[in-house]
């Protein structure tokens, strides 16, 4: 299971760190990622970090301004989310793949468990 935390209402330029709780099962050996989606569009591709090697993984569009962790001893993942912009307005989600490689953890599809959404609204 997992569950995301941390949305809320910020001001173009602030920040946010988003959570996602994971329980249920152990995901130290999944890959975990972030997608967005923003009304009446696809949902995106944000983050994603392999969790016992910390390797990780990021959209062209928040490099530079987003950073996900992970913590062992929480069992819980990270997004820190910087200089905000309102373009960054969206539902995010996260999300797990017991098995996925590199050139395909960007898409969706090859998720299997996914939580629930949390509410970032960045206002200008």
């Known amino acids: 299971q997992l569950q995301a935390s941390g949305g809320g209402l910020v001001q173009a330029g602030g920040s946010l760190r988003l959570s996602c709780a994971t329980s249920?099962?152990?995901?130290?050996?999944?890959?975990l990622g972030w997608f967005r989606q923003a009304p009446g569009k696809e949902r995106d591709f944000v983050a994603a970090?392999?969790?016992?090697?910390?390797?990780?993984y990021y959209a062209d569009s928040v490099k530079g301004r987003f950073t996900m962790s992970r913590d062992n001893a929480k069992n819980t993942v990270y997004l820190q989310m910087n200089s905000l912009k309102p373009e960054d307005t969206a539902v995010y989600y996260c999300?797990?793949?017991?098995?996925?490689?590199?050139?395909?953890?960007?898409?969706?599809?090859?998720?299997?468990?996914w939580g629930q959404g949390t509410l970032v609204t960045v206002s200008s």
């Open positions: 999300a797990a793949s017991s098995s996925v490689i590199q050139s395909s953890l960007y898409y969706a599809r090859y998720y299997g468990y």
């Open positions: 249920g099962r152990t995901f130290n050996t999944y890959t």
């Open positions: 970090i392999r969790w016992s090697a910390g390797s990780t």
